[in-house]
C-alpha cells in the first residue's frame, strides 16, 4: 500500500506498509497515524514555506524516528537528526536517500524504500522569471536540467514536484523537463499556493499531453490518495 496525503503548498504524508515519509511539513493537519511505524522526516530547506521547528515534536509519537534536514537549516546532529548536503548519499534504518542540489535553496531528495523510489524537489525548480536578465534564466536553465539529468534512468514511483503560478507562463517548465527526462509513474504538483486552478491550465497544456495521466489532481488539503503498487 502507498497513501499519500496533501497537507499543504509542498507538504505531503506518504505512507508505506511500516513506514512513514513527511516531506516539508509546515501547515495542515496531519492524519491519525499508526506510532508503530518508522516515521521518516525530511525537510528541503528553511523557508518559512517548508519548515517549521515543530516538525521535531514528533518525537514524542514516534520512537522509530529519523530527521534529513538540509544543512542550510543550522539543527544540531543528534542520534536522529541527520543534516545533509546537496549531492549526498545516505542509508538510514533500511531507508536509501541521495540528495540533489536545489536552484534556490536547500536540496531535493531521491528515497528509496522496500523497492518504492520517492522524489520530492523541494525549491529544485525551472525558476525562470520574467524582468530577470537573460543571463539569470539562462543560468536557471542550465542549472535545473543539469541537476534532472543526473534522475535520467531512475524509476520513480511517486514525485512531488512545483508548480509556481507565481512564474506566468512559465509555471510548468520544470514539470514538464522532469517527466519527459525521467521514468515517472505519478506526479504530484505541489508548491501552487493554494491555487488549485493550475490543475485546469496543466489539463489544457500541449507539453503535458504525453503524461497527463499520471498528474495526480490536488483539490484539497487532507485529500489522500491510494496508489497502486
Wanted: aromatic letters at 14%.
Amino acid at each position: 500500500m502507498m497513501k499519500v496525503t496533501y497537507l499543504g503548498h509542498s507538504g505531503f504524508l506518504l505512507e508505506m506498509e511500516d513506514a512513514f515519509f513527511l516531506f516539508d511539513y509546515y501547515k495542515g493537519k496531519l492524519p491519525r497515524m499508526d506510532t508503530g511505524k518508522k516515521m521518516f522526516v525530511f525537510v528541503s530547506h528553511g523557508h518559512y514555506d517548508h519548515y517549521r521547528r515543530e516538525v521535531f515534536s514528533l518525537r514524542e509519537q514516534f520512537e522509530q524516528i529519523c530527521f534529513l534536514i538540509s544543512s542550510d537549516i543550522s539543527v544540531r546532529e543528534e542520534e536522529d537528526v541527520i543534516s545533509v548536503n546537496p549531492n549526498e548519499e545516505r542509508e538510514v534504518r533500511g531507508c536509501r536517500i541521495r540528495t540533489l542540489r536545489s536552484t534556490d535553496e536547500g536540496v531535493a531528495f531521491l528515497v528509496n524504500y522496500g523497492g518504492k523510489a520517492v522524489y520530492h524537489a523541494g525549491d529544485l525548480n525551472w525558476w525562470h522569471w520574467e524582468g530577470e536578465p537573460e543571463e539569470y534564466n539562462t543560468a536557471m536553465c542550465r542549472a535545473y536540467q543539469s541537476e534532472i539529468n543526473k534522475l535520467q534512468g531512475e524509476k520513480i514511483d511517486i514525485a512531488f514536484v512545483p508548480v509556481d503560478p507565481r512564474l506566468g507562463e512559465q509555471y510548468c517548465w520544470g514539470l514538464d523537463c522532469f517527466m519527459k527526462r525521467t521514468d515517472t509513474k505519478w506526479v504530484f504538483p505541489m508548491h501552487f499556493w493554494e491555487n488549485y486552478t493550475v490543475f485546469d491550465r496543466l489539463a489544457l497544456e500541449k507539453c503535458a499531453q504525453a503524461y497527463e495521466e499520471r498528474i495526480v489532481r490536488i483539490e484539497r488539503e487532507g485529500q489522500a490518495f491510494l496508489l497502486e503498487k
